[in-house]
């Protein structure tokens, strides 16, 4: 007997539904009128008479899409908003008034985005001053001036905490009215902004101010395009091409102060899946941080730590971003593991300090990507373990600073349409300098804070798993198209449990069970860095290349099955 909760499944004859994600036995449904077929996703809900009934059509099992929809669903995600709540947010939004706002719309502005972006929350503006000084103007959608405080789309939106991206789809925050309309900063539309004006001398800014300000953007830009413009194969365009250039120098300062002060350095890549009209996943890219990214990233935390300095020097209630120097046990363990596999590592004092902790982590990551490029294998692993023996940063009522940036005070500040606490740090700001917003109650923080970050948790474990679903459909598709089932395949080892290895190869992953290496009995190592063969000796370690063919693929659930080839 199922619990009484709603679920995802397929529709089999005589109106079984059986469960798609978890285990656990069929149950007769109620189907709606028309609508649904035999083989259909559905969600089925708690019916009454402790009956149960088919609440709505998904999708079919086929469709990447629909599969990655149905986790959502089966992750508790809605999918869609309260009538009420995007009632509201279109009253909200019809009533957008930029009365007493510092006019910027005089600034020449643009965004720099992903192609596939849907929702602008930030852009800027930026002039070289006659003594070589750079200003930078930092616009962030307003979304405050949208969403009151204990209104119905607040509740929701805190409810969520944050928008969840898969690929192919998003649960977003706030309903479509504002995120991808009213508040989505897009060309040639004057929009609600809260800018931070920073006056650049090198890395060094020796002026900040605060505006409720209303913008128009110039232009949307996109990574590639803003890349192959630096890289000087395409030309900047007036009148965006200096501020562009203004705006570039700045974030090159930045980038070397960052690095001197020796910021935590750790090179990853998101893939980024590409969908046909009917849902099925046809290509699939790493997105890697290019100048381009970098540019926007190291301008959006200036922006962020000046907010939050401003925050802290008024002692106002607020969240910060913080993120906490690892623990020394940890950070010894990560020394001997890296020390196992090969990799050169910093000298260790015997007895490690916090502050030591912290200084070693950084110098490891420095090593560990000196020797990956040294050896032309390895990332995913290493990073892994880097990664590994850090905190998680967490929303906190409490400035504990950021580790991982090297920052004494940070928050989250430039992306409020897709995260609340972006838009409590508005709500402070905008009390901060008289722009009319209420004070935000201290007693509301911690818990809070704890709610947001638990909610982000959530999130990336949702968006890890729906890339693994992705990842396995189009490695069914492309086996299939090619006859490659068969087919030796390149990989390496990017992680190790009792069960066995996960090996990447080709942009995809899969796992090499222990079980399927024949001919000795393998155990994990101590310090989980390597399989073991109890007999030969052999061993499978992180960063190793391995050879493998694949056995099975289990789309639905993002699961590879492979074989070994050679070891």
Request: aromatic share 6%; with cysteine; proline share 6%.
């Amino acid at each position: 007997m199922r619990q009484s909760a709603s679920f995802v499944g397929v529709l089999e004859r005589s109106g079984r539904v059986t469960p798609l994600f978890e285990h656990g036995n069929w149950v007769n449904a109620d189907k709606p009128k028309g609508g649904v077929r035999v083989g259909d996703l559905v969600q089925v809900v708690p019916g009454k008479g402790g009956r149960w009934r088919i609440e709505r059509r998904i999708g079919r099992p086929d469709v990447a899409r629909d599969v990655l929809d149905a986790l959502l669903v089966h992750r508790g995600l809605r999918r869609r908003f309260d009538p009420l709540v995007e009632r509201e947010a279109r009253v909200m939004a019809s009533e957008a008034d930029s009365e007493g706002r510092t006019d910027f719309r005089d600034l020449t502005t643009f965004t720099i985005d992903p192609p596939t972006a849907r929702d602008f929350d930030d852009a800027i503006s930026a002039e070289e001053l006659e003594d070589g000084a750079v200003r930078v103007w930092v616009h962030i959608a307003d979304v405050s001036a949208f969403v009151k405080p204990g209104s119905a789309l607040d509740r929701e939106a805190f409810r969520r905490a944050n928008s969840v991206y898969v690929p192919g789809l998003v649960e977003p925050m706030l309903p479509e009215a504002l995120s991808n309309r009213a508040c989505s900063l897009v060309p040639g539309e004057d929009r609600l902004t809260v800018t931070v004006e920073l006056e650049f001398v090198g890395a060094k800014v020796r002026r900040t101010a605060f505006h409720r300000s209303v913008i128009r953007s110039d232009e949307r830009l996109d990574y590639p395009r803003v890349d192959r413009i630096l890289a000087g194969e395409e030309q900047a365009l007036d009148p965006w091409a200096k501020p562009l250039a203004a705006a570039r120098k700045v974030a090159a300062a930045l980038a070397d102060a960052r690095e001197q002060r020796g910021a935590l350095a750790v090179e990853s890549s998101e893939p980024e899946f590409g969908f046909s009209r009917d849902g099925h996943v046809e290509t699939l890219l790493p997105s890697e941080q290019t100048e381009s990214h970098k540019l926007i990233e190291f301008l959006m935390i200036a922006a962020n730590e000046a907010v939050a300095g401003l925050l802290e020097a008024r002692k106002l209630p607020a969240l910060f971003r913080i993120h906490e120097p690892p623990d020394p046990p940890r950070v010894q363990r990560l020394i001997e593991q890296l020390a196992s596999l090969d990799v050169p590592t910093p000298p260790t004092p015997e007895h490690l300090t916090p502050d030591q902790a912290g200084e070693l982590v950084s110098e490891a990551a420095h090593l560990v990507d000196a020797e990956v490029r040294r050896r032309g294998h390895g990332r995913a692993a290493f990073t892994s373990l880097v990664l590994r023996s850090l905190k998680q940063a967490r929303y906190s009522p409490r400035n504990l600073g950021h580790y991982g940036l090297r920052s004494e005070r940070y928050c989250h500040f430039t992306s409020p349409i897709r995260r609340y606490p972006d838009l409590i740090v508005h709500r402070a700001l905008l009390n901060a300098i008289g722009a009319g917003e209420a004070t935000v109650r201290a007693s509301d923080l911690e818990a809070a804070g704890e709610w947001c970050s638990a909610r982000e948790r959530d999130a990336m474990s949702i968006e890890r798993t729906a890339d693994n679903i992705a990842r396995a459909f189009l490695l069914e598709r492309k086996l299939f198209e090619e006859r490659a089932f068969h087919q030796e395949l390149e990989g390496e080892v990017i992680g190790v449990i009792n069960a066995g290895a996960f090996v990447a190869f080709d942009g995809f992953e899969g796992m090499l069970a222990v079980r399927n290496l024949r001919g000795d009995y393998w155990n994990l190592n101590e310090l989980e860095t390597a399989l073991i063969a109890a007999s030969s000796g052999k061993r499978l370690r992180l960063g190793d290349p391995v050879r493998v063919q694949v056995e099975k693929v289990d789309a639905i659930r993002g699961r590879v099955d492979l074989l070994p080839v050679e070891l």
